[in-house]
């Protein structure tokens, strides 16, 4: 059974810091490139940082760049997002996906909510 499993959001405050997980299980991981995406109420899901399957190409939302950093450990079947220097606007679900080829997965995401 496939599941992607997100933790560590959370509520926090401007300026402040979280590193989001998710582990996976139920197929290759370390075959798949892995993404965080996120969405905002009344908002489309937006691609938020991408690393590929061993880790050696990383890529980042503008928005981001310089704040957040996507790493993986493929011993540990987790991708982790950490965030640093939050703004509100960097509320949101943030989901974790995977995708080796023609097949892909969504957790189920976590609430990261940055306020003060």
């Known amino acids: 059974q496939v599941q992607l499993v997100e933790s560590g959001g959370g509520l926090v405050q401007p300026g402040g810091s979280l590193r989001l997980s998710c582990t996976a299980s139920g197929f290759t991981f370390s075959s798949y490139e892995m993404k965080w995406y996120r969405q905002s109420p009344g908002k489309e899901r937006e691609l938020v940082a991408e690393?590929?399957?061993?880790?050696?190409?990383?890529n980042y939302a503008n928005s981001v760049k310089g704040r957040f950093t996507i790493s993986r450990d493929n011993v540990k079947n987790t991708v982790y997002l950490q965030m640093n220097s939050l703004k509100p606007e960097d509320t949101a679900v943030y989901f974790c996906?995977?995708?080796?080829?023609?097949?892909?997965?969504w957790g189920q995401g976590t609430q990261v909510t940055v306020s003060s």
């Open positions: 690393i590929s399957e061993i880790g050696g190409s990383t």
């Open positions: 996906y995977a995708r080796w080829n023609w097949n892909y997965y």
